[in-house]
Structure formats: structure tokens, C-alpha cells
């Protein structure tokens, strides 16, 4: 069973701070990752997404790499700005059936602070 | 382009009761997936329609259901409401079934009393 888990549960920073949000999943036979932020009360707004095939993404001041050996995948927020406080929560696809079934599984998230 | 639409926003049930959600998905996306959100499990996948068929399914009991129109509109339906069924209930559209990037609508808001 596939288990995606994020590290730090939290994390509180000064603003313009560079910052590395971390995600680990046991199963490597991943299809995709893909990072999302949550607004309090909000549904998810999708960031990046990676395919097993890539090594990383870039989107402004946001960039994500995927090692799927390791099981690893981390965003990377360049200069943080109050506006970017949110939960960030990573997801994998999966497939162990074949075909197209695949399922998303989902980490807990990170929730983040930017102080002004 | 319009985003994800679900309706409604806030709903507040008694135990025992049944709900119905509803979900419309961006212009163009054939494929729709349930996921419901509550602070000790997470995020966890329902189940996904695609082409008016259930593709695939998450472990959840039988009281969870749901159906796809033709417009590719969906709908979720939540049978004798338990306390623990109290969740954020989100619904994400993508453009073809499996893995492709999906794209979420704001939730509705389920507290079960």
C-alpha cells in the first residue's frame, strides 16, 4: 500500500526566506507527483506536476524535483512571501491494477507560515 | 475557463439522513474524481467516474455512491449519515481518465449532527 508522508508537519519563516518542503512515498512505481496548496477552508490549487519520467519542474519562484529511486520529491520556494502561507500537499498516482485505475494518494500536507 | 463548481458550499445533516453533492467540472473534462478531507485521515480518494462509469474506487463503505451525467456533471450521495461522515467532500476534473492533472472546486462542507 502506497504511503506518501510529509516532512515538516509545519513550518513557521521570515519572509524572503528560500525554503525546501519535503515528500516520501513507499512505492516507486509511481506514474506522476504532483504538488498542491490549500487555503484554509478551500479547496486544492495545483502547482506543478512531475511524470515519473522527468526530474523536476520549475514554475516561477517554485521548483520541484522528483528522485522516484529514493522515493523522494521536494518543492523548493525561492524567496517566500507572506502570500505563499498555505498548506502544500504532495500526491502520487499510482497504478497496480494496470490500465487506467489509477488513484491518487495524498500526504498530510505542510502547513506553511511566511511572518512579514 | 471556468473552474470546478460544487454545490453546495455548506450543508448541515442529522445522523441518519442521506446527502447528495453535486460537482461540474471544467468546459471539456470527461473525468471526475471524489475525494473526501477530514484533519485525522487526510485527503482520501472516493472514487472516479469517466464516461458516466465508476472507474475506480477508494475503500469506502457502500453508502458512499455517486453517478456521472452525460455533460460529464457528477454527483455524490452519502446514505444514513454517520457522525464520522463530517468532512470537507472534494470533487477534481481532468481531462481524460487516469493519471492526468486534476484540477479541484472548493468543497462542500458536510457536518453531520
Known amino acids: 500500500k502506497q504511503e506518501v508522508t510529509q516532512i515538516p508537519a509545519a513550518l513557521s519563516v521570515p519572509e524572503g526566506e528560500n525554503l525546501v518542503l519535503n515528500c516520501s512515498f513507499t512505492?516507486?512505481?509511481?506514474?506522476?507527483l504532483q504538488w498542491f496548496r490549500q487555503d484554509p477552508g478551500k479547496g486544492l490549487t495545483s502547482l506543478l506536476l512531475?511524470?515519473?519520467?522527468?526530474r523536476e519542474q520549475t514554475s516561477g519562484r517554485l521548483n520541484a524535483s522528483l528522485d522516484k529511486s529514493s522515493g523522494r520529491s521536494t518543492l523548493y520556494i525561492a524567496a517566500s512571501q507572506p502570500g505563499d502561507s498555505a498548506t502544500y500537499l504532495c500526491?502520487?498516482?499510482?497504478?497496480?491494477?494496470?490500465?487506467?485505475?489509477?488513484?491518487?494518494?495524498f500526504g498530510k500536507g505542510t502547513l506553511l507560515t511566511v511572518n512579514p | 475557463k471556468a473552474g470546478v463548481t460544487q454545490t453546495p458550499r455548506y450543508l448541515i445533516k442529522t445522523r441518519g439522513q442521506q446527502v447528495t453533492l453535486s460537482c461540474s467540472p471544467i468546459?471539456?473534462?470527461?473525468?471526475v474524481s471524489w475525494y473526501q478531507q477530514t484533519p485525522g485521515q487526510g485527503l482520501q480518494f472516493l472514487f472516479e467516474?469517466?464516461?458516466?462509469?465508476?472507474?475506480n474506487k477508494g475503500n469506502f463503505p457502500g453508502r458512499f455512491s455517486g453517478r456521472q451525467f452525460s455533460n460529464s456533471r457528477s454527483e455524490m450521495n452519502v446514505s444514513t449519515l454517520e457522525l464520522g461522515d463530517s468532512a470537507l467532500y472534494l470533487c477534481?476534473?481532468?481531462?481524460?481518465?487516469?493519471?492526468?492533472?486534476?484540477?479541484f472546486g472548493p468543497g462542500t462542507r458536510l457536518t453531520v449532527t
Open positions: 477534481a476534473s481532468s481531462l481524460w481518465q487516469g493519471p492526468y492533472e486534476q484540477y
Open positions: 512505492d516507486s512505481a509511481i506514474y506522476n
Open positions: 512531475i511524470q515519473s519520467s522527468q
Open positions: 467516474y469517466f464516461s458516466e462509469t465508476q472507474r
Open positions: 500526491a502520487v498516482a499510482l497504478s497496480r491494477e494496470g490500465g487506467s485505475n489509477y488513484k491518487l494518494t
Open positions: 468546459s471539456g473534462h470527461r473525468s
